[in-house]
């Protein structure tokens, strides 16, 4: 059974600081690729950083030199560490792989919200 557990999100001040997590099980963790999306009210989800099985990242425009994608495959997760936050990074974050048995599967989401 696949599951994507997300955490770290929160309220946050402009400028802040937050390292998200998110916990992977019910397939191979290191054989696949993940992926942060992140989904604001009233908006499409949209994709927010990758990183390929190998350690290779991209990111979207929008947060190139913010955020920073990583991974653990002894723990079976991904981060999201995301710095100088703005308003306009308030959304509900989640992750989900990117190909592989977990492929379309997606965890319940955290709450990121950039205020002052």
């Known amino acids: 059974q696949v599951q994507l557990v997300e955490s770290g999100g929160g309220l946050v001040q402009p400028g802040g600081s937050l390292r998200l997590s998110c916990v992977a099980s019910?397939?191979?963790?290191?054989?696949?690729?993940m992926s942060w999306y992140r989904q604001a009210p009233g908006k499409e989800r949209e994709l927010v950083a990758s990183?390929?099985?190998?350690?290779?990242?991209n990111y979207a425009d929008s947060v190139k030199g913010r955020f920073t994608i990583s991974r653990d495959n002894a723990k079976n997760t991904v981060y999201l560490q995301m710095n100088s936050l703005k308003p306009e990074d308030t959304a509900v974050y989640y992750c989900?792989?990117?190909?592989?048995?977990?492929?379309?599967?997606w965890g319940q989401g955290t709450q990121v919200t950039v205020s002052s």
């Open positions: 990183i390929t099985i190998g350690g290779y990242t």
């Open positions: 989900t792989p990117t190909s592989g048995g977990g492929y379309g599967y």
């Open positions: 019910g397939f191979t963790f290191r054989l696949v690729g």
